[in-house]
């Protein structure tokens, strides 16, 4: 890297958008885990809140495909920043950034968002809860704090399958042996042949949890994992009278079957209202760019009104959170619900997400 990239003066810093970045490395974690470490196409400062993450835009079997993965580094080194991905079966973009992503490759990535992240809840003394790869938000917590050296007492908990499963297991070790402000305790479900442990066995319960941290009523807690485990830790927490309001968890991630199941009914649902109303008053969507417009019913969304009249509007999640969808309403009004995935200062610009804005009136789009 020259002096001229990192020179401050025509240094950059990330905001939420779509942004060219190029594969620098890719790190073997753990049999079926990789990280894969970017940098920007030109000169970037990846300035992010520790547990916010990217969606990627990637080209599978000639189909767009946009993927969210949490962003494992640390914004302390901010000249890149790094996913971690676990090889799931049957799972497209992770067995193909497995096969196929390999250094020097490049693509481009959108965000960072979301509202999960340690710096919008402060607090003096936290509990990092993770199972599994939903290490990642906590681990870029956990580092931001280790390299920033702040006054955070931090017990970090982190359950997974077997010993050859547990993800950063060097580096953790390496941060709970320099700060005696970094309290690590480590989980295994169970063993496999030949293989030995000699640390907590097991799936956390409230018992081994007043084991490790005596204090956690005092705590912020922090919980990434897969379902079944926040759901465990969610009963676990309010079972023992927890403060929910200091309990956080992040969201994103495949949209589960029954909201798919739901998502259907509805739009079937939506179809037959739509039948029953046609000769109610449509609403005009002007996309200004592209010279189009399109009447739709109350109710439908940016996203919709654009694929009636062709426009593809990229999005991952549709549910408000990963902000691919993005686009600026340059006129009119819209009603917004969304996850997380766009920030204050965009909504101040004029910024909606497509996929859950709903136009109260005519509007216009810059698209």
């Known amino acids: 890297m020259n002096q001229d990239f990192i020179s401050p003066i025509n240094t950059q810093t990330w905001s939420n958008g779509r942004h060219p970045v190029r594969c ?19 000169p970037l400062l990846f300035f992010f809140k520790p ?29 890149s920043f790094s996913i971690t991905v676990k090889r799931v079966p049957g799972g497209v973009v992770s067995n193909w950034l497995h096969d196929n992503l390999k250094e020097g490759d490049a693509l481009a990535v959108h965000g960072p968002v979301g509202n999960f992240n340690c710096i919008d809840f402060p607090n003096e003394k936290v509990l990092l809860l993770s199972g599994g790869v939903g290490i990642t938000p ?22 997974a399958r077997t010993p050859k499963d547990l993800v950063y297991y060097r580096e953790l070790q390496h941060m709970d042996s320099r700060l005696n402000n970094i309290h690590l305790s480590l989980i295994c479900e169970r063993t496999d042949i030949g293989e030995t442990w000699s640390g907590y066995k097991g799936y956390l319960n409230s018992a081994m949890l007043s084991l490790i941290a005596p204090d956690f009523m005092e705590r912020e807690v922090f919980c990434c994992g897969p379902g079944p ?10 079972h023992a009278g927890f403060d929910m309001d ?17 998502v259907e009914h509805m739009a079937q649902e939506a179809s037959e209202l739509a039948e029953e109303l046609e000769h109610t008053e449509r609403l005009t969507v002007s996309f200004l760019e592209s010279d189009l417009q399109v009447d739709i019913l109350p109710g439908e969304t940016l996203h919709s009104a654009a694929a009636q009249v062709g426009l593809h509007i990229p999005k991952a999640c549709g ?38 804005s709903v136009p109260s009136g005519d509007v216009e789009v810059a698209f």
């Open 229 to 238: 485990y926040m759901k465990a830790v969610r009963n676990l927490l309010q």
């Open 24 to 42: 620098v490395r890719v790190i073997q974690e753990t049999w079926d885990v990789r990280t894969f470490c970017f940098t920007a196409e030109s």
């Open 319 to 356: 549910m408000g959170i990963c902000g691919t969808c993005k686009v600026k309403v340059t006129k009119g009004e819209v009603a917004m619900e969304h996850n997380g995935g766009i920030t204050d200062d965009d909504i101040a610009d004029g910024y909606v997400l497509s996929c859950c």
């Open 51 to 79: 547990g916010q993450f990217v969606t990627l835009e990637l080209e599978i079997d000639e189909q767009m495909v946009m993927r969210s993965y949490t962003i494992a580094s640390s914004p302390s080194v901010p000249y």
């Open 246 to 262: 200091r309990y956080h968890e992040e969201s994103f991630g495949a949209t589960p079957a029954d909201v798919i199941e739901d």
């Open 138 to 159: 906590v681990m870029s917590m956990a580092r931001w704090w280790f390299d920033t050296n702040a006054e955070v007492d931090i017990h970090f908990v982190h359950s």
